[in-house]
């Protein structure tokens, strides 16, 4: 985050070093994980010394985030569900779940249920939005979003939509484990499967990802190399491998320590020689720079992260169904709603 900040050597020795660094942590998410930092350089203590309140706010996200949770699974009490991405990390990865900052709460229930689930969270009087825009109607979508109490639920069927990939749901849900967490009713995705399907989640995103999420890849494979052959292996059979490459190449890039011959040799392993150079070059970001990328450079980006032609012609295809689809039926909600 230093460096982020345009600093150099570790630590800030000035009061403005360490200022122009907080004001590149707090918009990341990172403060409360600052601040657990026993050893902070004095010029970064007193930096931090005015964002108390947000550490408290922090904590107390975690609490209403917890409560949401509880809430949804108190509801659906007997379906099975995987809790997935920031609220599984922090409790399996930090110390303190309100270090690992989050927007909302995710989870993975059944294909096969999740009408009916749908149905049970609004019958209860939860709100179903549509942030994605019209797409988000048609039923294949990946995920329907809710409001439950102070937090948004994104209950998935899917980790993305499925064109873009062959992930074998079958045996995700057979080697789910129980949560970590506080409630014993929830799965866990198994270790390999967590760190594949983070990787797929930041390529959705084409690798426009805050540094935390790149904090995640390494609180995952820290003394934990020994899972690299299985995902390796696991992102071959889903058509994933872009996308886990493109997790270790720019993590390993932010986190000069993970450069591993175990890392490296992954990489290798994953993809030929010609495809990593090309998405070296002209597909993920240079992670030092804060680029925006239109419209168009983010399909076009989108596009080479899915492993092969056919996945790619067949997201195209289904993104072209879910568009016209979620339109009519938004306005065939719309003309219901009169």
Known sequence: MYRVAGGEVWPPQTDQQAAAFIERVVPEGLLSLLMAEQSLPSAVVRAIRGFQALDRTNRLRAHAFADSLKTVVDLLQGEPIIILKGTDYAYRLYPAPHLRPRQDIDILVHRERATTIASRLKNAGFILHFPAGAVAR????????????????????SFIQRARNRIDYAGVWERAKPWSGFDSRLLQLDDADALVYHAVNMGSDQFSSPIFRHLDVWLMLRNR??????????????????????????TSRLFPEMSSPAVEDAMRRLLPRRTRDFLDRHILPDPWLRRRYGRAGQLWRKF???????????????????????????????????
């Open 304 to 338: 080479w992260l899915i492993d092969d032609g056919f996945h790619r012609a067949a997201f195209a295809l289904y993104h072209s169904y879910a568009v016209i689809a979620g339109r009519l039926l938004e306005m065939r909600d719309q003309r219901s709603s009169l």
């Open 138 to 157: 048609v039923p294949a979508y990946h995920e329907a979003v809710f409001e439950v109490g102070n937090a948004t639920v994104e209950v998935h069927h």
């Open 225 to 250: 190399e020994e899972l690299l052959p299985v995902a390796v292996d696991r992102a071959r059979e889903w058509a994933t491998s872009r996308a886990l490459y493109g997790a270790l190449r720019q």
